[in-house]
């Protein structure tokens, strides 16, 4: 299965996802290449970054999970995991869904391909074109690339 059939073939779920988090999905990582071949298929959702934090806060994928999280953050983990099991159920296809926010994507994947899922008519969340951001996971990867 290609690229694109894989696309096709998660349409209604890109859009559910959509509905949910209102901005487009994609198709990122090595399934863009392999197609089902690839070992997980990546899917991603960029969000504003205000949007991000307002919804998930600060802690996610920060420092590992403890139940003394605050709740927005153990959210993050639930939703990640009740909505790739949906996609395992309903799809057949092994989805590692990532909902990020816009300045990591653009520190981390800015430049890289991706492939938009979804059939709605939503406007893409813009990346930036210089890397500033003062949040804590951005700062952390600043910090760990110099
Ligand atoms: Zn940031």
Redesign the pocket.
Known sequence: MTAEDLARSLEGWANQLVTRFGHPAYLVGSALEKGLEARDVDVAVILP?EEFWGRYGSHWGHERMTPDWPPESLLYAADMGKLAAYAAKEYKVNVDLKVE?A??VT?RHHGKPRLRLDKVDVPEVPLYARFE???P???EILEARK
């Open positions: 970054d926010p300045c990591l520190i951001c003062s949040c996971w951005c700062q």
